[in-house]
């Protein structure tokens, strides 16, 4: 997850009053992606899910997938 500029091959989506960018091609691979918002007593922060396989995304260990 990460803040960008819209580009011109991103889906874009509005719930609750904030603006979701999501590449095209990889909503296609990851489909349905559910994005949560969860307090706790360490902090907040938004949780994603979805169909894309545990440990698959950039292919490394890169820490930003």
């Keep these: 997850m990460a803040l960008d500029e819209s580009q011109g091959n991103d889906e ?14 990889l909503l296609e691979e990851v489909k349905p992606i559910n994005v ?11 949780k ?5 396989a545990a440990g698959a995304g950039c292919g490394s ?3 930003s997938c």
């Design 12 to 25: 874009i989506f509005t719930d609750g009053g904030v603006t979701f960018l999501v590449d095209k091609g």
């Design 36 to 46: 949560d918002f969860i307090e706790s007593d360490g902090g907040g922060g938004f």
């Design 48 to 52: 994603l899910t979805s169909s894309l």
């Design 61 to 63: 260990s890169c820490g």
